[in-house]
């Protein structure tokens, strides 16, 4: 059974610094795309960031780029969300994303396949 297992969510100040990480347990997903969503208190989930399997494509929400960089190591076959100047509208549950694929348009990714539990992010004023 696949098992994505998130991790690094937290409390921090505004314009502090988290990292995320998300394990994939059960297959590999080395040949498959990954990313991240969240869900705002009231909101729907949203996309923020993917990449492709290869590490060579990135793709990122437009209020994220510049503040958060999407990383993965394929041997450990784990993402990475490195969120930096971290803003009070960051706040969300984090949700790890695996498989699927890459497309054009204005969300990215689609069809994901496995969803990690999320972890919480908040960010203080």
């Known amino acids: 059974q696949v098992q994505l297992v998130e991790s690094g969510g937290g409390l921090v100040q505004a314009g502090g610094s988290l990292r995320l990480s998300c394990g994939v347990s059960?297959?590999?997903?080395?040949?498959?795309?990954m990313g991240w969503f969240r869900r705002a208190p009231g909101k729907e989930r949203e996309f923020v960031s993917a990449?492709?399997?290869?590490?060579?494509?990135?793709y990122y929400k437009d209020s994220v780029k510049g503040r958060f960089t999407i990383s993965r190591d394929n041997v450990k076959n784990t993402v990475y969300l490195q969120m930096n100047s971290l803003k009070p509208e960051d706040t969300a549950v984090y949700y790890c994303a695996a498989g699927g694929r890459l497309v054009t348009g204005p969300v990215p990714y689609a069809g994901v396949d496995y969803w990690g539990k999320g972890t919480l992010v908040t960010v203080s004023s």
């Open positions: 990449i492709s399997w290869s590490g060579g494509s990135t």
């Open positions: 059960g297959r590999t997903f080395r040949y498959g795309p």
